[in-house]
């Protein structure tokens, strides 16, 4: 295990539609932690957890997004009824403690049409 | 609250002369403090971090930074750039007291032959 793995790398979807992003952290790091880029702006933070417990939700993360992490090991975060507004870079990082390093997955690129 | 202020969007230096990126920092306790890289079409990268053992801290590719509690401040250098610098970096917080990490909106560092 060399770090974090996003799939998909892009993804293109039509509006309206649900999509589903995968994130495997670095095997050991008990924290995970959803980020969203778009052009042009740092990472925005999405949600976290420990373990499998979500302990922190962003405003920006309305009702259409939901993230599990069943089991504290991947994690998903769905978006229903995508909407044009929602085209960014999704970004998962872990770590192993508080206040320690964050390691990054690529990220995955969506595009709504 | 904890927030990140970086103050130049766009950095521009000849190849071969220091780099000066700056950060601004507000945590409301003992914060950790971060540089990330992000090249393009890449993951974001660890440069460096601050977690309150010594205020110059060094990192890879031969970057660095100072915390300056009475400045809260947290700048970049390098002494001598080199063309593969081009990037963008962030300037990343996190309070002690929490987990989550926030990112300043980032710097893009451009470097003329």
């Known amino acids: 295990d060399t770090g974090v793995s996003q799939n998909p790398r892009h993804k293109i979807t039509k509006r309206g539609q649900n999509v589903t992003f995968r994130c495997d952290p670095i095997?050991?790091?008990?924290?995970l932690y959803w980020y969203r880029q778009t052009l042009g702006q740092g990472p925005e933070f999405l949600t976290y957890?420990?373990?499998?417990?979500?302990?922190?939700k962003s405003r920006l993360l309305s009702d259409r997004f939901s993230a599990e992490r069943p089991k504290g090991s991947f994690s998903t975060l769905e978006i229903q009824r995508t909407e044009q507004g929602d085209s960014a870079m999704y970004l998962c990082?872990?770590?192993?403690?508080?206040?320690?390093?964050?390691?990054f997955g690529s990220g995955t690129r969506l595009t709504v049409v | 609250a904890q927030s990140v202020t970086q103050l130049d969007s766009h950095v521009s230096v000849s190849e071969g002369t220091p780099v000066l990126l700056r950060c601004n920092y507000s945590s409301s306790y003992s914060p950790s403090l971060f540089w990330y890289v992000q090249h393009p079409n890449k993951g974001l990268q660890l440069l460096l971090k601050y977690t309150s053992a010594a205020t110059l801290v060094k990192g890879i590719n031969g970057f660095e930074a100072e915390f300056k509690k009475s400045e809260t401040s947290f700048h970049l250098t390098k002494p001598s750039a080199h063309m593969s610098d081009a990037a963008e970096y962030f300037c990343?917080?996190?309070?002690?007291?929490?987990?989550?990490?926030?990112f300043g909106k980032g710097t893009r560092l451009h470097i003329l032959p």
């Open positions: 990343v917080v996190s309070d002690n007291g929490l987990d989550k990490i926030i």
């Open positions: 957890f420990q373990n499998e417990a979500q302990l922190e």
């Open positions: 990082a872990s770590s192993l403690r508080q206040g320690g390093g964050y390691t």
């Open positions: 095997s050991e790091h008990n924290r």
